[in-house]
Nanobody, 119 residues
Framework: VQLQASGGGLVQAGESLRLSCAAS????????MGWYRQAPGKQRELVAV???????NYADSVKGRFTISRDNAKNTVYLQMNSLKPNDTAVYYC??????????????WGQGTLVTVSS
């Protein structure tokens, strides 16, 4: 099982980006999926998560600007980022909990995609 993130890049403040993260491999089902980010010199922090049923949770710093969604048929999670700010600059990581036949779900991380917002 692996997660492949894409969509990062360099944008100016106020612009938008859409991140995608596709899960592949032997997948039974996926519980929660989400996005985290890590800015230089800072700890990794939660950006947004979404359950298999579509319930969402956002960091206060991105509420109203970012939208997380998922396509269960494609095992893909998205992060639409609008009104980007320079302090959104970070490496963004996707995360997912894969259901197993036996045992608790396993947590996987994607490789990270860099988002740079210039002022």
């Amino acid at each position: 099982v692996q997660l492949q993130a894409s969509g990062g890049g360099l944008v100016q403040a106020g612009e938008s980006l859409r991140l995608s993260c596709a899960a592949s491999g032997s997948i039974l089902s996926i519980n929660q999926m989400g996005w985290y980010r890590q800015a230089p010199g800072k700890q990794r922090e939660l950006v947004a998560v979404i359950t298999s049923g579509g319930s969402t949770n956002y960091a206060d710093s991105v509420k109203g600007r970012f939208t997380i969604s998922r396509d269960n048929a494609k095992n893909t999670v998205y992060l639409q980022m609008n009104s980007l700010k320079p302090n959104d600059t970070a490496v963004y990581y996707c995360n997912a909990f894969f259901v197993r036949l036996v045992g608790v779900p396993l947590q996987y991380w994607g490789q990270g995609t860099l988002v740079t917002v210039s002022s």
